[in-house]
């Protein structure tokens, strides 16, 4: 990278540690650090909880999801705005009618210690690993990219972010999160402008849109139910609603985020903020995606975008393998070219006998570039047995290193960098406040001075962070990193929202109904997770039926006698 792109990166980073760290000095008290004394507005809770959700592995994967299988996992989203109706509706007035600091308090007063108790376990162990996803998801592509040690990576991003957690808590969280915001989307829309330029002359926007259309990328919608399909209408609006109304409504990391609001009234406002902004967010980045691949028709792509790892290859006894599917690779390249210009052609003059020709010759040249990537990826496994063979979270960091022009790829680092500080911050600060609250303050030590759980809430947000900065050190790649983080949540969230569910709606169910049914559940899903090939979404959606069933049944059987902590 130049000198400009450094200082670039490395000042808008320093900068906005140190917005945060100077905006939030000095909180006295616990309900200062954990609740951000209750002042911020709407739109700074809108901004916040957005960026909170738009974590680094967004602004890596996404591009890489939409470049290998289009547009269609927006439809993940599709059920966050009914969700947010729903949250703004029932759980925030809870919430705040019970003035709590974390919303497993309130499972308490419903229910009785041990549902509080087992609730919150449940997120610290969801959250503490996607904490550190969150942090080694980045270090390993910018470590790769840029040629940085992974351990050193993972603890520059990991130490920027504590200094301003531990320092200013939930309100440094949020101030730092507007400029976060700022960074990530303008960088986002320059780069979809940048893509365009550097697009061939003569190649319209248009012209773009039919490359991504006719090649299959631009599948925003897909109503075929298969319970295997991770991405389609119906796992979207059913299993991304009853994820979203877990994640939005019962998650710490994000109930945090509104329930420091001035009032009912403004964490309905940011609530409502995220969801007519978040579809459209998401569909922007996964469209850079698609754009990137629109350009790689016309511009060869690498064979594999994890440059490291084919360095290695190169540099093994497989080298002339490697040679002759790079030869292969390129031939397929200049003929797939050709028919793409000529597709282009047959758009613009109408010919739907020639275009569907053409289309046809590019589904071919399609597959034996599919055929061209198994055979190099056979071929990584035997050069380098434990190099990770999917290169998807690469194409999209790749793309910039090589195509961008100078500061613009500081920015887009600093885009990723930023993205990476937001989420994990969020879960530091949730992380923290729960351990504190639920754990530590209701079960070890529930008589101390105010100053005692500041000092704590502190404590255990550094504890955290260092725990993430492990994990990430010694964590393994997934296939997809966006998609991983989704699958850890699922697996855990369909039984915490049933347990929040049932406390809302149903109640005759009284705490040991549900504390049995919860576990039970919990169990079937990973049981499920484990031998079957159900699509991640789904588990959101039967772990919150479970809950409500069993506990429902249980509650019969048990009778309504009062139950005991």
Known sequence: MSTIDWIILFGTLLFIVGYGVYKTRGSQNMSDYLKGDSSIRWWTVGLSVMATQASAITFLSTP?????????????????????????????????????????????SRFDLKTRTLAAILFLIQRGLAAGITIYAPSIILSTILDWNLTLTNIIIGVLVIVYTVSGGTKAVSQTQKQQMAVMMGGMIIAAFVILKLLPEGVSFGNALDVAGHMGRLNVVTFDLEFSDRYNVWSGITGGLFLALSYFGTDQSQVQRYLSSRSVAQSRLGLMMNGLLKVPMQFLILFVGVLVFVFYQFYQPPVFFNEAVSQQVIQSEYAEEWQALESKHSANFEQKKEEVSALIQAAESGDQDKLEARKQQINKLSEEQAGIQEEVKSLITKAVPNAETKDTDYVFISFIMQNFPKG??????????????????????????????????????????????????????????????????????????????????????????????????????????????????????????????????????????????????????????????
């Open 64 to 108: 890489g999801q939409a470049f290998e299988d289009g547009m269609r996992f927006i439809q993940f989203y599709f059920g966050l705005p009914i969700a947010m109706i729903i949250i703004s509706v029932t759980f925030v007035p809870i919430y705040y009618r019970l003035k709590v600091y974390t919303a497993y308090e309130y499972l308490e």
């Open 408 to 565: 613009l790829i500081g920015l887009l680092l600093a885009v990723i960098f930023s993205a990476a500080m937001s989420s994990t911050a969020s879960e530091l600060n949730a992380l923290g406040s729960t351990s504190v609250v639920d754990l530590y303050k209701r079960s070890f030590k529930p008589q101390a001075s105010s100053l005692h759980y500041l000092n704590a809430s502190r404590l255990f947000t550094l504890a955290w962070g260092v725990i993430a900065i492990i994990f990430a050190t010694f964590a393994s790649l997934a296939d997809n990193l966006i998609e991983f983080v989704n699958i850890i949540g699922s697996i855990f969230y369909g039984t915490i929202l049933g347990i929040f569910l049932v406390a809302f709606y149903l109640r005759f169910i009284q705490a040991n109904a549900v504390f049995i049914a919860a576990c039970i559940a919990e169990a079937l899903v990973l049981y499920l997770f484990f031998t079957t090939d159900i699509g991640f979404l789904w588990f959101n959606v039967i772990g919150c039926v479970l809950v409500v069933f069993i506990a429902s049944l249980l509650q019969l059987i048990i009778g309504s006698k009062p139950t005991a902590d």
